[in-house]
């Protein structure tokens, strides 16, 4: 356990494993589609995934600043300990595990 926090270090290398199973299904997936559309589907999925991309991102920065306490002069956020860290982390998590199973369910209805 880190001396300045209350929670296990390993609690951290968890939540990053349990990611990367999820991340590494999902681009599993995501190729499988790849390979069965034609060129202009594969297009516009591509397109969704950049813009889920960015969707994503968007909502592990608001689950951050959930947890903070405000944001400095640099625009950084301040006063979050490792709870945006926490917070952010489970929101990549549980994004990446929503897309993953929609993802399966639209290779699995072709």
């Not at 990367?20 to 297009?43: C, G, H, R, T, V």
Request: proline share 2%; charged share 35%; net charge negative.
């Amino acid at each position: 356990m880190d001396r300045m926090s209350s929670v296990p270090e390993n609690n951290m290398i968890t939540a990053g494993e349990v990611f990367e199973a999820w991340d590494k299904e999902l681009n599993k997936i995501y190729k499988l589609i790849m390979f069965e559309l034609p060129e202009s589907q594969k297009i516009k999925l591509r397109n969704e995934e950049r813009a889920w991309l960015k969707r994503k991102d968007k909502e592990m920065d608001k689950a951050a600043e959930e947890m903070a306490m405000g944001r400095d002069e640099n625009g950084e956020l301040v006063g979050c300990g490792t709870g945006c860290g926490h917070a952010s982390r489970a929101m990549n998590i549980e994004m990446t595990k929503e897309r993953t199973i929609r993802m399966y369910d639209k290779l699995h209805a072709n």
